[in-house]
Every structure is written in structure tokens, then in C-alpha cells.
């Protein structure tokens, strides 16, 4: 068992994840996860003067590498708001993004507190899946989910609010459980029977196109499409 601040014990998960950069912009309402951050020297923090600008690098990313993008949001609610245009395109492009983003203390929660936004409903919308962390000692385990709900096909953004509390609470860990643990590994298969008369349909066409989205990107199958269009002589 090891003691760590729920911000600590989000950058382990992040490092258990293999994430090589974070995009953020630096605010009081995270400032755990940042300095756990300054100490993990596997991970990059790429600062950006907006959130705005770090969903985007966070797309780019995600898009070029196949991996997850990591965006943080130092400030609870307008720190949070800049998320949505990012993210928004994300979900319409089932870009895989986690964003990670403060939230006001547990306690302050409808008091009309300074800088107060519905941060679950805000996103709710706007990604596959939105969650709001309660406890410290369950902030590995959201981050764990997050990764794995990003991944899953069809892939897209997801939403991690860590209150201030949370992060600034104390916890006993077990070791952080590894992605292939929890991470789905096997590619979305169609039917046989649709395979089949895909195939009869492909054989009996005189000019067959191939349409390729971007599910042949995500799942690294660009090689079988490039030799069944080599077959057929088609354009992709």
C-alpha cells in the first residue's frame, strides 16, 4: 500500500496509461496533479495559454499517434468551459481524449461558490462519458475507466472532473492495475453472413471504389485495405 494525494495518484495512473504528453494550462484548482506532475519525468506537460488550444493538441495528437489525448484544465468552470469546443469536435471526429479537469470542492457544491458550473452536466453532452471522482482512493480506479471508455470503439472524448478535495485527500493505493488488464483488445467484427455478401458484391462489380473512414486508421488495419484494393484495382 502506498499513501498519495488523489493528484499524485492521477498522474501514477497516467503513467501507468504510458501517456507521454499533457496539455494544460496551469490553475490553482489542479495544482496537486501539476506538481505530481513536475516529478514524473516519463510524462511531458505542454503548457498552452488556453484551454482551447490544448483539446486541440490533444485531437492533433490523438489522431497522429492512436493514443489517447490528455488535456488538463488547471481552473474549475471557466478553466472548464474552454474544454467544450475541443471536445465537442472530438466527439464528432470519435477522437479518443481524456480531459482531465478540476472542480470545486465537494463541500461548496450549490452555494453559489466563485467560478460554480455544472461541470457533469456541461459535458454530458459533449462526450462519450462524463464523471464527477467523490474520493481520493477512487481517482485510479476513474482514470483506469476513462482510458478504457476512450479506447472502446467507437472511440471518443471523456470527461474526468477531480474536485479539490479529492485531489488534496489522502489515500492507501495497491498497485496500479495495467491497461491490459481493463483495456479492450479486440477489433468490432461484422457478421459472417454481411462479410460474405460483401465479398460476392466486391467479385461482381466493374469499377468497385473503397470508401475507408477512419476506423481503419483506428484500428491499425490500413495494410489488409491497401491489399484488397490492390486486388480488385480499386481506388481508396
Known amino acids: 500500500m502506498t499513501k498519495l494525494t488523489g493528484g499524485q495518484a492521477a498522474v501514477e495512473a497516467l503513467k501507468v496509461e504510458r501517456t507521454e ?41 490523438a489522431r497522429a499517434s492512436g ?15 474552454n474544454l467544450v469546443t475541443g471536445l465537442a469536435q472530438a466527439k464528432a471526429a470519435y477522437t479518443p481524449i481524456v480531459s482531465i479537469a478540476g472542480a470545486l470542492a465537494t463541500g461548496h457544491v450549490y452555494r453559489d461558490a466563485f467560478q460554480e458550473v455544472d461541470q457533469q452536466a456541461l459535458f454530458t453532452p459533449i462526450t462519450k462519458k462524463t464523471w464527477t471522482a467523490t474520493s481520493a482512493d477512487r481517482v485510479p480506479e476513474m482514470v483506469r475507466e476513462a482510458f478504457r471508455v476512450a479506447h472502446a470503439p467507437r472511440k471518443g472524448p471523456v470527461q ?77
Do not use: C, W
Request: hydrophobic share 45%; proline share 6%; net charge negative.
Open 160 to 236: 474526468l472532473n477531480l474536485p479539490r478535495d479529492v485531489l488534496s485527500g489522502q489515500a492507501d493505493y495497491e498497485p496500479m492495475q495495467r491497461p491490459q488488464n481493463y483495456r479492450p483488445v479486440g477489433a468490432t467484427a461484422a457478421p459472417e453472413a454481411a462479410i460474405a455478401q460483401a465479398a460476392q458484391l466486391l467479385a461482381g462489380a466493374a469499377r468497385p471504389v473503397i470508401i475507408a473512414g477512419g476506423g481503419i486508421k483506428n484500428t491499425g488495419t490500413g495494410d489488409k485495405a491497401m491489399a484488397l484494393a490492390e486486388v480488385f484495382n480499386a481506388p481508396v
Open 67 to 81: 493514443n489517447a489525448g490528455v488535456v488538463l484544465a488547471g481552473q474549475n468552470g471557466p478553466g472548464t468551459t
Open 21 to 61: 504528453f499533457v496539455f494544460g494550462l496551469i490553475g490553482s484548482a489542479t495544482m496537486e496533479m501539476f506538481d505530481a506532475l513536475y516529478d514524473a519525468k516519463e510524462i511531458k506537460l505542454i503548457g498552452v495559454h488556453d484551454e482551447r488550444t490544448g483539446t486541440h493538441m490533444a485531437d492533433g495528437y
